[in-house]
């Protein structure tokens, strides 16, 4: 498609043709909104509300600004509350520290996956006993 058709393209989605496609060459402008349309528009197997909801995480540990305001206004399109979207920023900001710390401390690795996978272990027959109590 011509940069002309892609815009229309755009537009039509949009309401809009952003700068962030303006900028784009001639070269590459289709293929970038395609991948952006399958990627961040159309619906996969994750629901938008919550894929969105992941993209607030990311963004916030990414720490960048025009993610963040993208995917938290994006995830309140998608249904996507305050609370929500506070917990993802917490659940980001646990995961980046958790990481630091083990990384940090270079906890090893193998004992880390063997310690985990009986912990899921555990938790899983916890959660098979709970269903047969009802």
Known sequence: MRREEVYREIE???????TMFKVLP?????????LFKKTQIEE??????????IGV???AILKCRYCSYYHTEIAKLYGATDAEIED???????SAGWSTYINGLQ????LFKAELDEACEHIRQAQMMEAHEF
């Open 88 to 94: 993802a920023v917490h659940f980001a900001k646990a």
């Open 107 to 110: 906890i090893d690795f193998d």
């Open 12 to 18: 039509q989605v949009m309401g809009l043709v952003p």
């Open 26 to 34: 001639d070269s590459s402008i289709e293929e970038e909104w395609q």
């Open 44 to 53: 996969t197997a994750i629901p938008n509300k919550y894929r969105e909801l």
């Open 57 to 59: 995480a990311v963004a």
